[in-house]
């Protein structure tokens, strides 16, 4: 049946986008039970740890109150960990370090008690040292500066958290770099390897890996630099069973797995996929891509032309054998002798903890984010595209078009285009089953999600394109990707929109103002419309990312403001719809605020939706369904169609 394009009736609700906003991470094992955190909308974004006990029974550990995440450069991730029968983990509110919950040992939930004191200081990435019964972790410090010094940031650490009872703010062991992540205990406690950096470089840019050897008291000594400088990155160091160090690195141009003999590195593998990638940029703590099954195997995960997959390593031999094809891993890998366990999900079947046998290649859901309950007929599967774009080079996307059973377009009827950049900007899109995304092509609305220049899974040559870029590469490859499916007659020239958050929206915001023509409308979540106010009022993490996308400031002031959408309104000549965290500490509200009150004054329909509450990134149920029917409603009311939802209306300016 013919029915216009963005009218369609959608079985894909926004509360069930909501709903598929559960998020499960950061896998463990403790003899033969499995973890994860799960990230629950309903519960305001609260992530909690379960536990899956090998007899099958299921098990929420964390007490009522306490929430598993830390704010370690504001992004978190390596909030917890399973240590000597007990659990450890980092609570959002007070970002102390806390054990208790329901300890690995035991049916009845234990109290959760302090182990650091109410301080300034967040904690992240633990290793637990068992021969001294100590957390070693990175500990990020926001508190006053020293008498005479001006502290600007905070200051970045590893420390040795004692666990002999009482609080304790933990023992600085290493220090001197701008940041440190991935301490790691080598299996006989007697040395200790980790990753440190400093600004302006990012830890896909530059990063160096050190061993230490550990003395009796538990300090280090005799630190040796094994591997990385300022243009190689090291990733996920750590130790086989028998004590060899393993990691990763892109001294080659593509992330690889390496191992160090005490003096030199070779490669693993020796039938490595050509132009795959074996590591990841690392925003979050404690990701993985590799992880010992045993002494003579290793669990690997590897991204080649944009999808992900996983293979087996054997040790002797340096041979590669796939793993479980059509699953695609995300960022957390581990394994038992017999199993991988991973977060994965497929381009149908949404992200579950699966449990994976090394023999037969069986994969078992342990627990699944969100059943999609969607009649197969109505998914539309991605195509992996490479398309032309500007100086003769070509750049990466996936292409969904509108699927429903029941419904085409009009005739000689395009559809509308959403064109999505993601966030980052050094971070990338993959194929794995997004509801977000149906929701839009159930509806009639054709989806370009784009892994434009900077994109990471491409290798470091295709990562380094943005460098000094920002805002032109970026740019033109969304754009290039949107006219490319004009000709390819896929797409309405007159109904192309753009969408983006974080550095996805101040993508979608400089393609606004400096290619005017192209886009009609636009949806920019937390995005980044001033560069220089960005530098002034961001975190630590990245507050010298920029020199490296853009150049050192204040000395390339210029240039950011050339390239920053505020000061370029008067370009404007399209619909804006702005959604922002008013908590947010990495995009500050005054980004959106300024970019609203602008295109207001430039007379243009404009929407500004802001949260209380959230952060960099929305979490709650209420906060994303809103969002979502907000977004239709704008679209409607923008290319006068009216949706075939009962959307509360939203206050459009201008219109």
Known sequence: MN???????????????????????????????????????????????????????????????????????????????????????????DQRVYRGGLSAGSKEQDPAYAVTPANDCFYADFN????????????????????????????????????????????????????????????????????????PHMPWDGTELWVAEIDAGGALGGATHVAGGPSESIYQPGWSPDGTLYFVSDRDGWWKLYRWDGSLSHAVMTNPPRDAEFGRPQWIFETATWAFAGRSRIVVSYTKSGRWHMGVVNVASGVMTSLAPGLEPREWLTATDTHAIVVAGSARTSDAVMQIDLETGEAEPLKIAAPVDIDPAYISDPDAIEFPTSRGLTAHAFIYPPRHPEYTGTPGEQPPLIVIGHGGPTAATTARFEVAIQYWTTRGFAVADVNYGGSSGYGRPYRERLNGQWGIV?????????????????????RLIIRGGSAGGYTALAALVFHPDVFKAAASYYGISDLEVLQHDTHKFEARYSDTLVGPYPEARDLY????????????????????????????????????????????????????????????????????????????????????DAIEPLPIDNL
């Open 3 to 93: 029915k216009p394009y963005g009218t369609w009736p959608s079985p894909i609700s926004a509360e069930a986008v909501a709903t598929q906003g559960v998020r499960l991470g950061s896998v463990a094992v403790d003899g033969d039970d499995v973890y994860w955190l799960e990230r629950r909308p309903n519960e305001g974004g609260r992530s909690v740890l379960e536990r899956r006990r090998v007899d099958g029974r299921h098990e929420e550990l964390t007490p009522q109150g306490f929430n598993v995440r830390t704010r370690v450069h504001e992004y978190g991730g390596g909030a917890y960990i399973v240590a000597g029968g007990q659990i450890y983990f980092s609570n959002f509110s």
């Open 474 to 494: 970026d740019v033109e490859d969304v754009v290039n990707a949107a006219r490319y499916l004009v000709a390819q007659r896929k797409a309405d020239p007159n």
């Open 128 to 199: 637990y040292d068992s021969t001294r019964n100590r957390l070693i972790a990175v500990r990020e410090d926001h508190g006053p500066a020293q008498a005479g010094h001006y502290k600007r940031e905070p200051e970045t650490t590893l420390v040795s958290i004692p666990l002999t009872g009482g609080e304790s703010a933990g023992d600085v062991i290493a220090s001197g770099f701008d940041f440190y992540s991935t301490p790691r205990i080598s299996p006989d406690g007697t040395r200790l390897a980790w990753l440190s950096w400093r600004h």
């Open 561 to 644: 403001r050339a390239r920053s959408p505020i000061h370029f309104v008067d370009r404007l000549s399209c619909a804006l719809i702005l959604l922002q965290g008013l908590e947010d500490k990495v995009v500050p509200p005054n980004q959106s605020e300024m970019m609203a009150d602008a295109v207001r004054k430039k007379g243009l329909p404009v929407a500004y939706l802001a949260f209380e509450g959230e952060q960099h990134g929305f979490r709650k149920a209420a906060t994303i369904i809103r969002s979502l029917e907000a977004e239709l409603y704008f679209y409607g009311a923008v290319f006068g169609f009216r949706p075939a």
